[in-house]
T-cell receptor, first 113, second 112 residues
Framework: AQSVTQLDSQVPVFEEAPVELRCNYS??????LFWYVQYPNQGLQLLLK??????LVKGINGFEAEFNKSQTSFHLRKPSVHISDTAEYFC???????????FGAGTRLTVKP | DAGVIQSPRHEVTEMGQEVTLRCKPI?????LFWYRQTMMRGLELLIY????????DSGMPEDRFSAKMPNASFSTLKIQPSEPRDSAVYFC??????????FGSGTRLTVV
């Protein structure tokens, strides 16, 4: 089965600084990759997804992620963060054949003024 | 579309009582998932359905937990009897194949 490792449990950054949230996955089959964001007391919201094609994927709120097959990574980036980006971010991997998605443990991004 | 709808948003119950959580998926989505989220264990997949049929229930913690999907527009997760360690936020999500999941707002369950 596939699995996901989010390498940082917490990432504190200052407002307007760039940020990278790291995600590595393992799977013996072809996968789809996702990033979700969870604001306090809310459900998870899809930020972006990689299904096929270009390895650089752009999502909502100015986030983007790059699929690197050789390094089995799917890191999330934003060039300049806002206070409102403070949230929990989850990387997820799905087996292409069965839609069974596995989530990482999450990374708490805290943007400080 | 109103998205995935879960009810109730909050539930407080006494230990030993039966609890039923409800979910209405997005119309046309043929996959439905139940997750539990806690600080200690993060997001755990409990069970998922494809075309109303349970596919994988290996994440259901005990026999006290059961889930049903009687039709394409409704699913329930039942805990009987409930225990304090069941306190968590329970999420329902639905998807079409390869579409990514759409999550509901969750049900915050507190068992006292």
């Amino acid at each position: 089965a596939q699995s996901v490792t989010q390498l940082d449990s917490q990432v504190p950054v200052f407002e307007e600084a760039p940020v990278e949230l790291r995600c590595n996955y393992s799977s013996s089959v072809s996968v789809y990759l996702f990033w979700y964001v969870q604001y306090p007391n809310q459900g998870l919201q899809l930020l972006l997804k990689y299904l096929s094609g270009s390895t650089l994927v752009k999502g909502i709120n100015g986030f983007e992620a790059e699929f690197n097959k050789s390094q089995t990574s799917f890191h999330l980036r934003k060039p300049s963060v806002h206070i409102s980006d403070t949230a929990e971010y989850f990387c997820a991997v799905s087996d292409q054949s069965n839609n069974d998605m596995r989530f990482g443990a999450g990374t708490r991004l805290t943007v400080k003024p | 579309d109103a998205g995935v709808i879960q009810s109730p948003r909050h539930e407080v119950t006494e230990m030993g009582q039966e609890v039923t959580l409800r979910c209405k998926p997005i119309s046309g989505h043929d996959y439905l998932f139940w997750y539990r989220q806690t600080m200690m264990r993060g997001l755990e997949l409990l069970i998922y359905f494809n075309n109303n049929v349970p596919i994988d229930d290996s994440g259901m913690p005990e026999d006290r937990f059961s889930a049903k999907m009687p039709n394409a527009s409704f699913s329930t997760l039942k805990i009987q009897p409930s225990e304090p360690r069941d306190s968590a936020v329970y999420f329902c999500a639905s998807s079409a194949p390869a579409g990514g999941y759409t999550f509901g707002s969750g049900t915050r369950l507190t068992v006292v």
